[in-house]
């Protein structure tokens, strides 16, 4: 009788389209009794009668239904209540006009309850019966939310859980793995599940008198190259005694498959990671090396422009009012000209107000910066303290898997590509337009071009903040990958002057390429010698070395340090 009267209104209908009413209907009437009897059980969670509870526990944990993962949570942290005869979630009380109130959400889709007029409701604390597992049932509660983990809607929470299965060895998850591949799932997790079955099999006790199930396991994990594998054979191979031969020469076989893929994916993982860190120390000395190689300015305070663009990307956020809570993803693509043109305005003002008057005194010039870099950390403390936080936004979180083992983070994808922008960029500006002219013509003698008109003075304070302004996209782009704090430009001057000096003072492309370079090797040189502090080392001598053979850097330098 329930939908008596849809189908009593579709009798006027031609037959396909009382067949298109029937196929709309009828999944939305089994959801709709789904819950229905889903809402039923999570009541019987709140009786006394704790037979009832671990019954209704059994029986949600045998239900698939992903949901309840969240319901699960809120249960054990006390956020679970009754209120007329339903279970919701209230996981935080308000006070209106001096009374407790309680905000109520849906226990399977977290979504805020309506009340008669559709706005949220709102009803007094003291309505509402608390429910919370008891001490002896919280172990219960956390097996019922393993178990259906492996159902959950999102994608990386399924394959977590599976994963955990496999490492945990316990034959008793053998169950719920079998139904999730049979069932009709995404072949990842069908995969995965696949994968997890193996490692019981070959880690856990209860088969330790089945060689040939072991065998079979480990051959199967061979073939997907399982890395949670490796550990396990390992293991087994430290007693070869107590393993028949062929059973020794099963698991030695599948774990140098492994070892061997594992050995390649970490080779290229390097690689890609090297080429990160190098975009990165490009993205630093892009500006250094307009600065030092085209005007001849040793600028000790750039550290500091870096910075500028770091702090300036922080105030764009709070402006925005972005957090992880409220996501307001506009904030990073208005921060990046923000950090831009912040750094150029900083760095301007030190052109105009120090620099300009110690041109050709390198060394008056080095102090002059430095002293400028202290006054620079220390007014940022002032103001904002030590360190502060700034949120990614949410399309650069995560990462993604383009073969097995192989991790990519979206935001060192990100750096790699603003880096090759900005590269482009200033290539584009230094040779195609009149401003890069105008620099270029500056550099290269500075009589000629004042004889032929060019203000040379503003060309300076323009090519100063070009420099600059690249520093904050350097600072800009930190933010997604380490610390902001006063002191961060500090870390990187002396790999910022490496590069420069490493490429050729005033090439672009010996910054590029020295930059890469450095960054590649870096990454390449750590996994051998064990540590990043002796990796640092190792490559600081390489370079020392290469500076020797070659004193001006892969491409001879031009502009003013020409002649020094």
């Known amino acids: 009788m329930l939908f008596a009267e849809p189908f009593a209104a579709g009798r006027g209908l031609t037959p396909w389209l009382r067949l298109l009413l029937v196929l709309l209907v009828l999944p939305a009437a089994a959801r709709a009794a789904n819950d229905d009897e889903r809402f039923a059980q999570l009541v019987r969670l709140a009786s006394d009668d704790r037979a009832v509870r671990q019954e209704v526990l059994q029986q949600l944990g045998r239900s698939r239904d992903g949901r309840l993962v969240a319901f699960f949570a809120a249960y054990q942290q006390g956020d679970a209540y009754v209120h007329n005869g339903r279970v ?119 088969f330790t008198d089945s060689p040939e199930k072991r065998m079979a396991a480990a051959a199967r994990l061979g073939e997907i190259c399982s890395a949670p594998a490796v550990p396990i054979l390992e293991s087994l191979l430290k007693t070869p005694e107590s393993l028949a031969p062929q059973e020794r020469e099963a698991f030695a076989k599948a774990l140098e498959t492994i070892e061997w893929y594992q050995w390649k994916i970490a080779r290229v993982q390097n690689l ?21 190689g085209q005007m001849g300015v040793i600028n000790m305070a750039h550290g500091e422009l870096m910075m500028i663009g770091a702090y300036a990307t922080y105030e764009i956020q709070m402006l925005f009012g972005h957090t992880p809570d409220n996501p307001v993803n506009l904030f990073f693509v208005v921060a990046l000209p923000a950090a831009f043109l912040s750094a150029a305005l900083v760095g301007w003002l030190i052109e105009l107000l120090v620099v300009r008057h110690l041109y050709g005194r390198p060394l008056e010039t080095l102090l002059a910066t430095w002293g400028v870099g202290l006054i620079l950390i220390q007014a940022v403390r002032m ?129 590029v390429l020295a930059g890469l370079g450095l960054g590649v090797l870096n990454k390449v040189i750590e996994p051998a010698m064990g540590s990043a502090i002796w990796a640092k080392v190792i490559l600081l001598l390489l370079v020392i070395a290469f500076i020797q053979w070659k004193p001006a850097g892969l491409f001879p330098p031009k502009g003013r340090l020409a002649d020094v």
């Open 383 to 511: 103001r904002y303290g030590d360190n502060i936080g700034v949120n990614s936004p949410d399309w650069l979180i995560g990462r993604f898997e383009p073969i097995q083992d192989l991790i990519i983070p979206y935001n060192r994808i990100f750096i790699v590509g603003l880096c090759a922008t900005c590269v482009l960029a200033i290539s584009a500006i230094m040779n195609r337009t009149r401003p890069g002219l105008l620099i270029r013509a500056t550099v290269q003698n500075r009589e000629t071009a004042e004889s032929l008109g060019i203000n040379t003075r503003r060309t300076d304070g323009l090519t100063f903040a070009l420099g600059a302004g690249l520093a904050g996209i350097a600072g800009y782009a930190w933010t997604l990958i380490g610390t902001v704090a006063p002191e961060m430009g500090q870390g990187q001057i002396v790999d910022a002057f490496l590069v420069v000096v490493t490429g050729g003072v005033g090439e672009l492309a010996g910054t």
């Open 272 to 292: 890609f990671q090297g080429l990160s860190l190098g975009s990165v120390l490009i993205l630093v000395a892009l500006g250094l090396a307009i600065i030092f």
């Open 88 to 206: 919701v979630l209230c996981p935080k009380f308000q006070e209106i006009e001096g009374r407790k109130m309680a905000p109520l959400s849906d226990p399977l889709s977290a979504n805020p309850l309506s009340g008669p007029d559709g706005s949220p409701l709102v009803v007094p604390a003291g309505e509402l019966k608390s429910m919370s597992p008891s001490g002896r049932e919280r172990r219960a509660v956390n097996d019922v939310i393993r178990r259906l983990e492996v159902w959950s809607p999102q994608l990386d929470t399924r394959l977590a859980a599976i994963r955990q299965f496999g490492n945990s060895k316990k034959s008793e998850f053998l169950e719920p793995l079998d139904e999730l591949v049979e069932a009709d799932v995404p072949d990842v997790v069908r995969d995965r599940a696949i994968e997890s079955i193996a490692l019981i099999e070959l880690g856990s006790e209860n």
